[in-house]
């Protein structure tokens, strides 16, 4: 077996031939007392395997980890006092499988026996073919606590595609999710290639242009504002309207319960009662036409 440069050994044990390389350096200032410890250090880990199992199908598997480190800390018994910043990378292939990961973290704690105080920075990438399928993703989380509050601001970018029996499907979505002790809002935007979606999850959602204070579009809560619309075409089944201009009314049947017609030009008429002069006194003035 040929072995890669800088692996220690190579091992035979129940059928299984293994080579392994691994490596993990520490550099590190520690100043402890009876009551507290203070540590600032800086840690790397690398490991390397390439595994052969002729017990399990001949499967051959390549893995590469690293961890890198760095912390500083000043916690005693009641009390956390660290920031810490790391990043985990992991590459792995097989006969069928390759997936590639990395985790990049940056945290902050102050907390105490009575208070959480913390602050938190991940971003995780992951790239996966498996068989036919493949995935890529990247989520990315900023989160801050203070007490019993938390709130968050996460993003997820995904795409994934399969290929079975000649039948395949592809997709991409973004998801942007804002949580404030558990009331949450963001949106959604979904396309498989087919048909696409964007769902918005908002007590208020406006839209404006650049440079106005005044606000075109506007939803807020279950009811929609425009100022101003132009709509060419619409169906509408039931309407309240405090004032109205029209050009033009065309319709099979019109109820009004008063109507002030300042010039009007009459076809056909219809009157279930009478019709009269608005300066009609019984006996007096005006006129009448009655049913």
């Not at 985990?88 to 940056?106: K, P, Y």
């Not at 804002?178 to 809002?185: E, F, I, K, R």
């Not at 009459?266 to 009269?276: H, L, P, V």
Request: hydrophobic share 35%.
């Amino acid at each position: 077996m040929n072995c890669v440069y800088g692996f220690k050994s190579d091992r035979l044990l129940d059928g299984k031939i293994t080579a392994e390389a691994e490596r993990i350096t520490t550099v590190a200032s520690d100043l402890s007392t009876e009551t507290q410890q203070r540590t600032a250090a800086i840690q790397s880990e690398q490991q390397a395997r390439v595994a052969k199992d002729n017990e399990l199908s001949e499967s051959i598997t390549a893995q590469a980890n690293r961890v890198d480190t760095v912390i500083s800390d000043l916690s005693d018994e009641t009390n956390n006092r660290t920031s810490a910043i790391q990043i985990e990378q992991q590459a792995r292939v097989s006969a069928d499988e390759a997936l590639g990961t990395q985790i990049n973290s940056v945290k902050s704690d102050l907390s105490d026996e009575s208070t959480e105080r913390k602050a938190a920075i991940q971003s995780e990438q992951q790239a996966r073919v498996q068989g036919d399928n493949a995935l890529a993703s990247n989520l990315n989380t900023v989160q801050t606590t203070i007490g019993e509050h938390t709130a968050s601001i996460q993003s997820l970018s995904e795409t994934s595609a399969s290929q079975s029996d000649d039948i395949g499907s592809i997709k991409a979505q973004y998801t942007f999710k804002l949580d404030v002790d558990g009331y949450v809002s963001g949106y959604t935007s979904i396309n498989d290639g087919d048909q696409s979606s964007m769902i918005f999850r908002q007590d208020v959602f406006a839209v404006g242009a650049p440079g106005k204070t005044s606000l075109t579009f506007v939803i807020d809560g279950e009811k929609v504002v425009m100022d101003g619309a132009s709509i060419k075409d619409a169906t509408i089944e039931s309407a309240a309207i405090k004032k109205l201009n029209v050009e033009k009314i065309n319709g099979d049947v019109a109820n009004f319960l008063r109507t002030h017609i300042t010039d009007g030009f009459i076809t056909n008429a219809m009157i279930g009662n009478e019709i009269k002069s608005d300066n009609y006194v019984a006996g007096q003035s005006g006129w009448i036409i009655k049913k």
